[in-house]
């Protein structure tokens, strides 16, 4: 049984996970110990919490496996901008200082950061660099219930590869087709997510919440959809894109795109972050966001086509775009879909450690129709002790239950009455979702409560979507979902039987008009376009949140409320206790719940001074 420490780090999204005879033991991510959101430093503290958790020591690993190939990387940037010499020139100046002084010495940065965690012998270390899509597609199979499935992994760009369709097999995966930069969905997306004024690499999900205010009937909308195919991306039939990099900036520049060009394009000029949405800016996410789901699509036909498989395995940042990954439901092109939790490069971490736990030692794999994930509640959890000391020292008050039932009905009603909870519980999850154990709850019937959540307690931009935790068995009863979705990475359709009937005007209402238009039973997290983000929550997985909504439902006939992250806007999702109690303290959620300790925030000393407890975080 090999022990193998994966990790990812220096570009975005460090984390590092740990498995030991190709079972999962810890995955983390490090912005969740530093609190700088998708930080790219060495994941010193998650890594140290991977070895905790296992009881191991560095010298003790089997192998360490850094999640792309650096050296490949650099070979990309170089060959990039001598293509298109002499532009670039002050991107070139900046980022070759970089590469020459940290990355291509990338073993001394990991060797120099594993001196912080603890003494070891180098001569006893052996590292592996796997490529970059070998770790998102190993981290998409593996864990999967699969013993042969199609893998599609689509992202920014990883060395040369920007999106891969290949096939695993037991434990082997194989490559058939790959597309190479700067020819990039990902690119793409996120050049859009630039344009419109949110920042690259974390509002893509705002881009994608933005898209359904858009007019899908507007004439506007059709033309963003014709210039963005006609002039900035050449679709072919199996997938594979052609960027017009006339228009594109990121390849030698400092910026994602040529803004005067697109400007000239779209008739309006990039939305700065903080100004006011308008219609334009919503139909044209709309537009970048049905071109992307008839490219993921057309390449997941290819991926049937070329593996002939009835499954698919999905990782890479695009597979968080759960609105394409509901529409490749919806196809049927699959008979079943497998998307990894942590898509984006956090999760190259654990992908990295399972190839070289199937591929390079060779290890056997053991499938038995479950997901290996455990429900992505790899990260660390915290005791009674912990949870007490931290009350003596932000002398906290509290009541502690003795019996969890007791409180579920108590917080059950809390919700009902129109509370907002902060619900923390065991094991932190690993992946950009709170899933139950790092969340924010609310009663999904309450009109007003996504307001609230995104104004008061988010502080983060009023249209921003929220999303439904439901009992599994009781999906079918609010939405079109045949499937189970415990990783909240599909989006269906409300039931129809549930929505209300919108005015005749609807689509050429004033934006704010439109989000607060009465659109079902459940409007909190019915979006403009009558879709939810769903997580299904399993009582085998995670029983204390399954025993909460189950108590809400006995007491409301509801079988499921409002989940968001735990966190504030620019924030990580909270980590430890006093994470919590300083997000509850700096909010204007009413309730606090840390295993079995309840917070009122009207209890607290000095409750109405939130300034006290508010940290400045950048926003994203």
């Known amino acids: 049984m090999k022990k193998i420490l994966g990790i990812s780090a220096f570009y975005h999204d460090s984390a590092a996970a740990l498995i030991i005879g190709g079972k999962i033991i810890a995955a983390a991510q490090e912005e969740r110990f530093t609190r700088m959101k998708h930080t790219s430093v060495f994941p010193t503290n998650s890594i140290r919490y991977c070895l905790e958790e296992s009881g191991l020591k560095i010298e003790e690993l089997d192998a360490i496996v850094f999640y792309d190939k650096p050296l490949l990387k650099f070979e990309r940037l170089l060959e990039t901008y001598y293509a298109f010499a002499p532009k670039g020139i002050k991107s070139f100046i900046k980022a070759i200082p970089v590469w020459l002084d940290e990355k291509i010495f990338l073993k001394k940065l990991?060797?120099?950061?594993?001196?912080?965690?603890?003494?070891?012998?180098?001569?006893?270390?052996?590292?592996?660099?796997?490529?970059?899509?070998?770790?998102h597609a190993a981290s998409a199979f593996y864990p999967s219930p699969f013993n042969n499935a199609a893998i599609l992994t689509i992202d920014g760009v990883g060395e040369w590869s920007t999106a891969s369709i290949g096939l695993g097999q037991d434990n082997k995966i194989s490559f058939y087709k790959e597309l190479n930069f700067p020819h990039s969905v990902g690119l793409l997306y996120s050049a859009f997510t630039y344009y419109l004024g949110f920042t690259v690499n974390s509002g893509e999900y705002k881009l994608m919440g933005l898209a359904p205010y858009g007019n899908p009937e507007s004439e506007q909308t059709k033309s963003f959809i014709d210039i963005i195919k006609k002039d900035l991306?050449?679709?072919?039939n199996d997938g594979s894109v052609w960027l017009n990099q006339n228009y594109f900036n990121y390849a030698t520049g400092l910026r994602m795109v040529k803004e005067r060009k697109w400007k000239a394009l779209f008739g309006f000029p990039r939305r700065d972050a903080e100004q006011e949405l308008e219609q334009r800016h919503c139909n044209l996410a709309y537009a970048?966001?049905?071109?992307?789901?008839?490219?993921?699509l057309k390449m997941a036909n290819e991926a049937k086509r070329i593996t002939g498989s009835e499954n698919i395995c999905?990782?890479?940042?695009?597979?968080?775009?759960?609105v394409a990954n509901g529409k490749l439901l919806k196809e049927g092109i699959f008979k079943n879909i497998y998307i990894q939790p942590a898509a984006g490069d956090a999760g190259g971490s654990l992908g990295a450690a399972l190839a070289a736990s199937y591929m390079y030692f060779e290890e056997e794999r053991q499938v038995n129709g479950k997901d290996q994930m455990c429900g992505s509640y790899l990260g660390p959890e915290y005791s009674e002790k912990e949870i007490t000391l931290m009350n003596k020292m932000v002398k906290a008050a509290f009541k502690k239950y003795e019996c969890f039932n007791d409180l579920t009905k108590d917080i059950a009603a809390k919700v009902a009455e129109g509370n907002v909870v902060g619900w923390f519980q065991g094991r932190m999850e690993f992946g950009p979702r709170a899933l139950g154990n790092r969340s924010i709850i609310g009663d999904a019937r309450n009109p007003d409560m996504q307001k609230k959540l995104n104004l008061k307690i988010k502080y983060r931009e009023g249209f921003r979507p929220f999303a439904p935790s439901v009992l599994n068995e009781d999906t079918q009863e609010y939405f079109d979902l045949e499937t189970e979705s415990p990783y909240m990475l599909i989006v269906a359709p409300v039931k129809q039987s549930r929505r209300t009937s919108l005015p005749n005007n609807y689509h050429n209402l004033p934006f704010w008009e439109k989000l607060y238009c009465k659109r079902s039973d459940i409007q909190s997290i019915t979006h403009l376009d009558f879709s939810a983000r769903i997580q299904t929550v399993h009582k085998e997985t995670n029983p204390r949140y399954w025993e909460l909504i189950n108590a809400f439902k006995q007491q409301s006939g509801y079988g499921l409320v409002v989940n968001t992250s735990f966190n504030v806007r620019g924030e990580p999702i909270v980590c430890t206790p006093h994470d919590a109690y300083r997000c509850f303290m700096s909010t204007e959620m009413d309730y606090l719940v840390i295993n079995d300790f309840v917070y009122c925030k009207t209890e607290q000393p000095d409750w109405q001074n939130k300034e006290k407890w508010i940290v400045k975080f950048k926003m994203d």
């Open 110 to 135: 990991i060797y120099d950061g594993l001196k912080e965690i603890g003494n070891y012998d180098k001569k006893k270390i052996r590292f592996l660099f796997p490529e970059h899509h070998l770790s």
């Open 233 to 236: 991306v050449d679709i072919k």
């Open 288 to 296: 970048i966001q049905n071109v992307t789901e008839e490219i993921v």
């Open 314 to 322: 999905l990782a890479g940042g695009v597979a968080l775009n759960c």
